[in-house]
T-cell receptor, first 113, second 112 residues
Framework: ETGVTQSPTHLIKTRGQQVTLRCSSQ?????VSWYQQALGQGPQFIFQ???????GRGNFPPRFSGLQFPNYSSELNVNALELDDSALYLC????????????FGPGTRLLVL | QKEVEQNSGPLSVPEGAIASLNCTYS??????FFWYRQYSGKSPELIMS????GDKEDGRFTAQLNKASQYVSLLIRDSQPSDSATYLC????????????FGKGTTLSVSS
């Protein structure tokens, strides 16, 4: 157990809808990163938040957006869902002094129909 | 352009054997390297990190790094059926931020 939690565990949406995924980081971790893992692929970096600001973004369109709150928890929002957005969404948190060592939560499995 | 390459496998070894998993990366300036284990339907679990050339041992696991060859490997000694999983190699390239770049993973199957 990493102490990172995510909700919901599973979600089914239809194309065009919007979704919000949530992540609570391990105590003391102030950096949260989000990844998308399609079936049979490695996780792909979406973006990272540090002290409530975006601290890097991968090759994802603007309809993927996020927030980090003062308690370091985080949200990932996806607008105008597409079928290809179906994936496992992973949140990872890091210790304050070792931001590169990231511990993953259990993930949210999103299915877009 | 892929930055981290792994043989997808499956790699099959008998129980008690040594499993050798390999990974190459394209960014020569990369400084941080990680191995994650992912069981089917679960999230990745960090098992090893390595930052300097050479070997790093942790129990039955040994990570090896060769920056000149841009090569990282993971050896699992005395493989057990419970080691059957997908092993993901991850690298932090030499750029601002701490985004992990993952390979596709190698599936390991240990038969009893």
């Amino acid at each position: 157990e990493t102490g990172v939690t995510q909700s919901p565990t599973h979600l089914i949406k239809t194309r065009g809808q919007q979704v919000t995924l949530r992540c609570s980081s391990q105590s003391g971790h102030n950096t949260v990163s989000w990844y998308q893992q399609a079936l049979g692929q490695g996780p792909q970096f979406i973006f990272q938040y540090y002290r409530e600001e975006e601290n890097g973004r991968g090759n994802f369109p603007p309809r993927f957006s996020g927030l980090q709150f003062p308690n370091y928890s985080s949200e990932l929002n996806v607008n105008a869902l597409e079928l290809d957005d179906s994936a496992l969404y992973l949140c990872a948190s890091s210790l304050m002094d070792r931001k590169e060592t990231q511990y993953f939560g259990p993930g949210t499995r999103l299915l877009v129909l | 352009q892929k930055e981290v390459e792994q043989n997808s496998g499956p790699l099959s070894v008998p129980e008690g054997a040594i499993a050798s998993l390999n990974c190459t990366y394209s960014d020569r300036g990369s400084q941080s390297f990680f191995w994650y284990r992912q069981y089917s339907g679960k999230s990745p679990e960090l098992i090893m990190s390595i930052y300097s050339n050479g070997d790093k041992e942790d129990g039955r696991f040994t990570a090896q790094l060769n920056k000149a060859s841009q090569y990282v490997s993971l050896l699992i000694r005395d493989s057990q059926p419970s080691d059957s999983a997908t092993y993901l190699c991850a690298v932090i390239p030499n750029q601002a931020g701490t985004a992990l770049i993952f390979g596709k993973g190698t599936t390991l199957s240990v038969s009893s």
